[in-house]
């Protein structure tokens, strides 16, 4: 931040909660698009709500308020974030919820930002469940209001199975295929992209891992519809807040939240 | 359209509905196409027929009436686009017909064309069960009227076969294999093309994928085909003016309708 | 044709069937051999009969009279071609047969020249099991007539296998496959040559894909020793004439059947 | 020829009966080894014997007679050869035996030269079956002989397993597998070799085009082993000869065997 | 050594014996840290302190005192380097352990330091499964204490998964496949890394294989697993010592386990 | 050996008996090295002790006196050694031991030198058979005498699966998999490196050859495994005899095995 004229009274450490796991290369872009974002307003210091307004367009891409948005996509939207804020808040050792909001960034129709209290290198067994069920409260919030799915949960079902299949392949954290390591990471890149992720093991393998990814996902899912079936007046709650205010802050997140007195469910 | 002489009363926005999905490049295509088309015709403004006639060429090539088509082909090219058609009219939630022509164009024979009422970025699993079911329509007027089929249906059933593919592994819409990705969009390019889909799952799963494929598009024939069996004397009354008239504007189409007093179906 | 003395009474029609799917390419070479074959011949125009010389010449490379042929050749030749060709009179929706011959060009050591009566470009199911059972009849008659096969049917088996490939897996028209396409014509093209056939479906369903092809050749093969076995003595009479004659161009080959009155037979 | 001094007594016939298959470049490599081996005798002429004996070190590689063999080596060799030879000699159909030699040249530790009596382009299956008979003759043999195999059979056993390859997949003359072909010779080439024979067909096809492929060479290797059983004398007659005499030309082989009165049989 | 300025009464052996398998190019990178550190010390002469700090630089990677470690995440490394040492200094024929730590380092959250009394060129199939044991104490720890395990042991079974594959395929260690190698070392360097592993051998044996790989796993983590278990008291006192200091050095390591007079364990 | 002056009375033979299957290259660099050693000696003529000696050293590698070797290491290696020897000396058809040693060499621990008495290029079933359980009696001696079996074997392993999936799919030697050849040298060398050895059979077969591969294997072992535990006392009278001595040259290795008057045993 040394060669742009900074608000003295900036809270770095706020910043720093916001931008878990950002490379170097990835601060440099967000302190640029801050001092953007203050001379688009004629400001000659760049102000910490300069700051956490550009995490986000770093994140997800710039918002795109002129995409013409169908009532039928903002109520499945809503509804969508409603559901991954609220298993959020409701499963134990997750991380809190700072903002959810169906305003259009980049290619995702809306979206959910969790931060973890404490920027953490292990994550346990436990943690990846919690992660998993959030990960589904979209699709879960989705099939239970509308009774099917859209598009829109395509990027959670590829992230969670993504990290299902790391759970049983690569942290040994499924029962049936044991603590092995299974693929390895010498996957070669050509022309600088990745031809294969090296599958060194038997069909045999391959077919029980597939299992236990799947069995990992359908586990979650079910957490989180049993989350959503159980608060369904609160998943209401939150998704007419965000149709009425398109973005909800941490506090008026859980601000929704508190009359329910919601205690935290295990997973 | 800065640098053209355009028709001053011309309308944007019914341009713009017919040109969904359309890129920069395919818009600047489309300028380009209608304004030949003025030129050819020694008009100095280009008009807004100008431009509804190139989308079409820009969508699909430019139409062949030279070639020599057997009394044969375009029987069954009617039907088959008739088929079309009228699955696209019956069935709830489906887009608008706004054309339905038996001119040769590009590789095609015929071509239907359907527009959303409004652009949607999301779209549900219900609505891709109306889509694959109007994909399968010519297939089945073929087999309906004809008792076999022809090479005429082999690009539906290719279009219908990704899409039902990208239904099962992609949007997590098969009770099945349920809420799972499968595959990668980690593709290699290679030259200029992808080299493999990437197949990360094992044949167990390869097989159910595959058995759900079939599933979606026999349930998307047989929704067709029903549909034909019960309203074939309007498939007739289409395919007959098809015949006639060669090409029918959303109006004529609509109208050929409207005496059979059809209702929607749920899909 | 403008760049060469062409003699005036030339039928361009007449050419312009014998020449169905060729190219620009094609056409040109053609007028290329037809003006040498008339400078060889000392002409200063190039006639008709230059022209349809030079068209099997284009399709199947050179006339090899020099070639040493056996006597067990040549007869094995004439039955195949024979057969080839009363397949082809025999069964409904059959193009005509033009030519038969028995003299050796490019690789073949004979050839049956069929022409559809219209260009078509759709073309139906029951079209393809004629002329699957077609490309049998060689193959065919060399069973029935020797007890065996030779090396001869190579090409017609190849040909038919990968068209019955195609009939089950880009134009749905297996039973058991239905009207599911697999595969894709996304093909790596490297160094100028594909890599793979882009096999994106499960073992299970290339074995089914495998089944069918073989059950598509084996009813077009029996088809075809039906059709051969029934009008022996018209085989017989055709290979007579072949063996005595080496050449029979339409007129002659459907003079021969004509006494025996032959009927179209459904496929 | 026409730029080398040939003796003019030469029957240029007799040489291109021992030539069949060979390229211009092999026919133009035969003449100046024939060049070569005049040169070296002090000839100014290439007679007939110097082509003759030029084809062999054109098909096999030159004579190596200074590499040291063992007599159980020369034995196992000559017995091998025998083998080849008489049951090429034993079976209808099976082109003539021309020499038969233990003699070593290029890889092969000896070599039996058979010729067909007429160059042919067509093969048909049964001809096939004594090729294949006669190639699995020297490994019978051995076993016979000493109730073991030796290495000297591994050339045979890869030949004749290409073959019977052939037989299923290319010619359709295996009744399981029936008259589809399968695999194609699109296989790629790259950087001058090829990279896969491109198996376009299910494994459970490929179960059973090994298991033909089998059934060929077993019924072929049963065959050669009755042949050679029934005539175990002749066998010892012909290795007797070739232990002494090293080469037999066709004259002294057919010589051996026409005291033992051979009926031809049927494969 | 020669170009820097190194104390004399330097003890090379007691280098040599801290880095066992390093080659001349990690020695080189070895004096070069230890004179780095020295330089950083202000000493004009490199002590051997400074080359067994440097030691688990070059290992390991630089210290990362700054990471921010969460309680949670310093009482799980805690655990799991206490389970790796105390498993080590249970079992036969082990290595001595040379220093436990739980300061981060490079991509490790701690390390424990086993050293070979010799060094050894041989290896038996006793060793190595004590050395598996020894790889699954951190996992088998964190499994008792906490009841579930972290990302922390990811690469302790990747390591053990390969070294257990090759007791399999390489080494001929495990009863059921037998003294036969799979797989070859001929894979293929493509732009410098791997392509494929080469597997010349069917899916039954690779089916095979992963299960003895799995089972040689499970028996090295029941061994863990019961060493902990049934040494509870000693695994809390390490991991308290850990909490509190941060490294164990060796002799403060055996020093922690003396009064609790462990006898070692047949693996 | 123009070039170098050699001492007259050389013995050329004896030094081609201890090189069989060396290339040009290989005689070359022996004669090279050969000359070193003279020279090294200040000797100006290069002796026959001088080639002999070099023999091992192209073979192997250099002697490798330095490395440390620990006492548990040098037993094994004797034993192993031991194994190697013995059973070589014990089989019929076997070729004579010419030297014994557990000086380290190049990679290898130790080595046991075995010459065929006459330079043989066909091999026979039993000869392998032979040669399989002498490469199998070091991993046997291992078993027998310590219980199980160390690193050392790995070598031996893998040269012994590679020769026994040759017998199989190569020289038709498996009764099961009969005289089929599987695999095609048609490998392709890209950038120097075989990509694959062009697995052109089916699973099922390659799970048979799998089978054949192991059997052989087994059968080799237990061959080794009987010879030794029949003649335990012999076995250990050589590792005696290896630990005392390091080396043992063909009449010393003989001289211990004399006063128990072996008889030489089938395989």
Redesign the interface.
Same mark, same amino acid.
């Given at each position: 931040m040394q060669d742009k004229p900074v608000e003295e009274s900036i809270d770095v450490k706020k910043i720093a909660i916001r931008t878990p796991g950002f490379s170097g290369a990835d601060l440099a872009n967000l302190v640029n698009e801050a001092a953007i974002l203050a001379a688009r307003n004629d400001k000659k210091v760049v102000s910490e709500q300069d700051f956490l307004e550009s995490v986000e367009k770093v994140l997800l891409g710039p918002e795109r308020r002129s995409? =013409? %948005?169908?009532d039928? @996509?903002r109520k499945?939207?809503a509804y969508h974030e409603a559901g991954h804020a609220l298993v959020a808040a409701s499963l134990e050792g997750s991380d809190p919820v700072h903002k959810v909001s169906i305003i259009?960034r980049g290619f995702a129709?809306g979206y959910t930002l969790k931060l973890p209290i404490?920027?953490? $290198?292990? /994550?346990?067994?436990?943690q990846f469940l919690t992660d998993l069920a959030t990960m589904?409260g979209g699709?879960a919030a989705e099939k239970i209001i509308?009774g @099917?799915?859209?598009?829109?949960?395509?990027n959670d !079902?590829?992230q969670?199975?993504?990290l299902?299949r790391k759970l049983v392949t690569?942290?040994?954290?499924s029962e049936k !295929?044991?603590? *092995?390591?299974?693929g390895?990471d010498?996957d070669? =890149?050509?022309?600088g992209?990745?031809?294969?992720? $090296? /599958?060194?093991?038997?069909?045999?393998?391959?077919?029980k %891992?597939?299992a236990e *990814? /799947?069995a990992f996902?359908?586990r979650a899912?079910e957490t989180a519809k049993k989350v959503l079936e159980d608060r369904k007046d609160v998943l209401q709650a939150v998704t007419d807040a965000l149709l009425q205010k398109e973005v909800l802050e941490q506090e008026e997140f859980y601000g929704i939240l508190e009359p329910f007195q919601l205690n935290k469910l295990a997973v």
């Open positions: 995409r =013409v %948005i169908t039928k @996509e499945i939207t259009s129709g404490e920027e953490t $290198n292990l /994550k346990t067994r436990s589904m699709y509308f @099917e799915m859209s598009t829109g949960a395509s !079902l590829k969670a199975s993504s299902a690569k942290y040994g954290m !295929l044991g603590p *092995v390591a299974y390895g010498n070669m =890149v050509f022309l992209r990745d031809i294969t992720s $090296n /599958k060194n093991y038997s069909e045999d393998v391959a077919a %891992i597939d *990814v /799947k996902i359908i899912y």
